[in-house]
Nanobody
Framework: QVHLVESGGGLVQPGGALRLSCVASGSTFTINTMGWYRQAPGKQREWVATITSGAETTYADFAKDRFTISKDNAKSTLYLQIDGLKPEDTATYFC?????????WGKGTLVTVAS
């Protein structure tokens, strides 16, 4: 059992930055990879970035320039740094943890980019 709680979302002006956090608790030793997904209003959920247990990272094409995924193992926390926020980044951002057999999800944190 893994419990994930996202935080750090909010209302930000275009061009601003946010660092989202995802705190994992429970059986965190079973986690192989973690990632961020987002779902914009009226759209399907899409993958943003993934980080492996060895700290290897991969990004969706749209995220390569402005998004940075990282983790702090000591704090059991996953991060997503978003720079140069654009209105199209507006979405609920979800944290995901995978242990091969089971995927775990947080409830999401809302990022709203608007003037």
């Amino acid at each position: 059992q893994v419990h994930l709680v996202e935080s750090g979302g909010g209302l930000v002006q275009p061009g601003g930055a946010l660092r989202l956090s995802c705190v994992a608790s429970g059986s965190t030793f079973t986690i192989n990879t973690m990632g961020w997904y987002r779902q914009a209003p009226g759209k399907q959920r899409e993958w943003v970035a993934t980080i492996t247990s060895g700290a290897e990272t991969t990004y969706a094409d749209f995220a390569k320039d402005r998004f940075t995924i990282s983790k702090d193992n000591a704090k059991s926390t996953l991060y997503l740094q978003i720079d140069g926020l654009k209105p199209e980044d507006t979405a609920t951002y979800f944290c995901n943890a995978d242990n091969t057999q089971v995927n775990y999800w947080g409830k999401g944190t809302l990022v709203t980019v608007a003037s």
